[in-house]
């Protein structure tokens, strides 16, 4: 069993940055691979980024190059780095692990966390 908890979401203008914070449970971090998912009202939760267990990556298109997903398992902790804020990346992000691939659908994560609310402001 895995907990994560998310953190490091606010209220930001557009063109600001924020890191967000998951912080994982369990002994066995690092042979997890991660996922940062979004969901804005509305809408569905759709994929934003995507860690292995050794440290590959993954995108989603529409983000590559303002978003940069990275991990530190000594300290159990998936980050998202997010520059360049849109107020259209308002959203509840959302931090997801599971044992595998680092697969960008949603359905495969086993353990997800309660989200953390990202608004940028124009």
């Known amino acids: 069993q895995v907990q994560v908890v998310e953190s490091g979401g606010g209220l930001v203008q557009a063109g600001g940055s924020l890191r967000l914070s998951c912080a994982a449970s369990?002994?066995?971090?690092?042979?997890?691979?991660m996922g940062w998912f979004r969901q804005a009202p509305g809408k569905e939760r759709e994929f934003v980024a995507a860690?292995?267990?050794?440290?590959?990556?993954r995108y989603a298109d529409s983000l590559k190059g303002r978003f940069t997903i990275s991990r530190d398992n000594a300290k159990n902790t998936v980050y998202l780095q997010m520059n360049s804020l849109k107020p259209e990346d308002t959203a509840v992000y959302y931090c997801?692990?599971?044992?595998?691939?680092?697969?960008?659908?949603?359905?495969?994560?086993?353990?997800w966390g309660q989200g953390t609310q990202v608004t940028v402001s124009s």
């Open positions: 997801a692990a599971r044992q595998g691939v680092a697969t960008m659908t949603d359905k495969m994560y086993d353990y």
């Open positions: 860690i292995s267990s050794g440290s590959g990556t």
């Open positions: 369990g002994r066995t971090f690092s042979s997890y691979s």
